[in-house]
Nanobody, 124 residues
Framework: QVHLVESGGGSVQPGGSLKLSCVAS????????MAWFRQAPGKEREGVAA????????STGASAKGRFTVSHDNAKDTGYLQIDTLKPEDTATYYC?????????????????WGQGTQVTVSS
């Protein structure tokens, strides 16, 4: 059975940084697409960033460009999302997801496996 477990969320002040992790078990992330989504209360789930673990290709959503960096470590079956210069509007639950390839990755419905989410709260 495939499980994804996120960690690294927390409460930070504006301007701070966080590095989220997503550890996969029951499968390898090698050769797959790992993506990060976020959902704020009352809003739809939004694609933040994605990475093809086969070749390192990455993509970021429009709201994430410039401050969000996605990476991975195949040997650890772990993906990462580095968020810099955090803003209050980044407050949300962040989820990682996994599927065979990154085609049409911002569409959440295309992902089979999801983590339980990690909360990021940005406030002063």
């Amino acid at each position: 059975q495939v499980h994804l477990v996120e960690s690294g969320g927390g409460s930070v002040q504006p301007g701070g940084s966080l590095k989220l992790s997503c550890v996969a078990s029951g499968t390898t992330i090698s050769g797959k697409c790992m993506a990060w989504f976020r959902q704020a209360p009352g809003k739809e789930r939004e694609g933040v960033a994605a990475i093809e673990t086969s070749d390192g290709w990455t993509s970021t959503g429009a709201s994430a460009k410039g401050r969000f960096t996605v990476s991975h470590d195949n040997a650890k079956d772990t993906g990462y999302l580095q968020i810099d210069t955090l803003k209050p509007e980044d407050t949300a639950t962040y989820y990682c997801a996994l599927k065979p390839g990154c085609n049409m990755w911002p569409e959440a419905d295309r992902f089979t496996y999801w983590g339980q989410g990690t909360q990021v709260t940005v406030s002063s």
